[in-house]
């Protein structure tokens, strides 16, 4: 049998994952074999998990930090629409999240059985905080903010968001799944340090490079986690908050190993330097014609002729395109500058 082997990130354009940091290989490699659902029995990986969750704390405004390192972004999502569902007293709740929601929350809202309603964005792509506050009422239970839109990296006005939110009692949401290791180099307000927020989404295995299965949840206070907890009468731990039992190890240490070598200083200039390759490729696709989507983070949208797209895809870029069709280039810490002028040459080639 033909040994399978990994693509390489070569030419990856369009993932919001990107190759490990050897820190977070390392860690995930020696943690393997742990389970940070029974605190009892593996007890070193627990404590890496409380400091994962001290540093997404900083990370994200936040003192004494509560939260977990859950699967990935959809695990939080759907958590945090739990706790908020858990803590409302509504027969009919619903959440408000923006036209540009990862679709999540259309997860969290199958399975929790409450309302999603969907707010209008701005010319800019970020959500209208009047049409949210259209769609809020007594039953509403969360509004959720995204700070990296999935499709064009967008920030959400999450200070107001978090007044609409307050104004109809329930609960603020911000989804900085992929945004939330990059804004802090940022003037974007986003955090629980800008807002009344509750709870975030951030992920070490998108811009924290880490290794897969690591997502953040993080909540302000003890309280709000624990609307999520159920009793766990024959583990040594009494109460668990996290959706999953058995979870990985190897995406816990991974993330407490690479953040504890890259935030702060790692994380700005990686940052730094995605943000230059993210404005060159902007250009230079703007200057051959196409009409890129200005970035505000580390993300192009372009226009390219789907001949163009598909030629690229058949000769090996990994792409792909946004609900309204514009190619999405998504500058990870993998992406190069010398492999974005390899992708502009092959452009230029096959679109000539
Ligand atoms: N929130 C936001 C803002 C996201 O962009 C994503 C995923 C999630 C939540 C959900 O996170 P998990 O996928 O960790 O559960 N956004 C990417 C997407 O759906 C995920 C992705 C990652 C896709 C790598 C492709 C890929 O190669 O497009």
Redesign the pocket.
């Known amino acids: 049998m033909q040994r399978a082997a990994p693509q390489s990130f070569d030419r990856?354009l369009?993932?919001?994952?990107t190759e490990p940091h050897p820190a977070a290989r390392a860690a995930a490699e020696r943690f393997l074999a742990t389970n940070p659902g029974d605190p009892g029995t593996y007890g070193a990986i627990t404590d890496l998990e409380g400091e994962a969750v001290a540093t997404l704390g900083e990370i994200a405004g936040l003192d004494d930090p509560v939260g977990y390192v859950t699967?990935?972004?959809?695990?939080?999502?759907v958590q945090a629409a739990r706790i908020a569902r858990n803590r409302a007293d509504s027969g009919n709740p619903n959440v408000v999240v923006p036209e540009s929601?990862?679709?999540?929350f259309r997860k969290a809202a199958g399975v929790l059985g409450v309302e999603l309603r969907t707010a209008a964005l701005d010319d800019r792509l970020r959500v209208d905080p009047d049409s949210v506050a259209e769609r809020v009422d007594d039953d509403t239970v969360l509004v959720v903010g995204?700070a990296?839109?999935?499709e064009y990296g967008r920030v959400d006005p999450i200070p107001a968001l978090a007044d609409v939110a307050a104004d109809a009692g329930a609960l603020c949401h911000v989804?900085?799944?992929?945004?939330g290791f990059c804004l802090p180099f940022t003037d974007h307000e986003w955090s629980f340090a800008h807002a009344a927020v509750d709870t975030v989404?951030i992920?070490p295995?998108?811009m924290g490079q880490a290794v897969?299965?690591a997502?953040g949840l993080l909540a302000r206070s003890p309280a709000l986690l624990d609307a999520l907890a159920v009793d766990t009468p024959y583990l040594e731990s009494t109460t668990q908050a996290t959706l999953t039992g058995t979870r990985s190890g190897a995406g816990v240490a991974s993330a407490a190993a690479v953040m504890d070598a890259l935030w702060p200083a790692g994380y700005r200039e990686s940052y730094e330097a995605q943000m230059a390759n993210t404005e060159w490729i902007a250009a230079a696709l703007a200057d051959r014609g196409y009409r890129a989507v200005e970035p505000e983070l580390p993300l192009v949208a372009a226009g390219i002729p789907e001949p163009a797209f598909d030629a690229l895809r058949e000769a090996g870029w990994?792409l792909?395109k946004t609900a309204t069709g514009e190619v999405r280039v998504v500058c990870m810490p993998h992406v190069t500058r010398a492999m974005l002028e390899g992708f502009v040459a092959d452009l230029d080639r096959l679109d000539g």
């Not at 989804?175 to 945004?179: K, L, T, Y």
């Open positions: 990856v369009s993932s919001m994952c699967s990935g972004g959809t695990e939080a999502n929601a990862h679709f999540s995204v990296g839109s999935t989804d900085a799944a992929w945004g989404t992920d295995h998108k897969i299965p997502g990994r792909s």
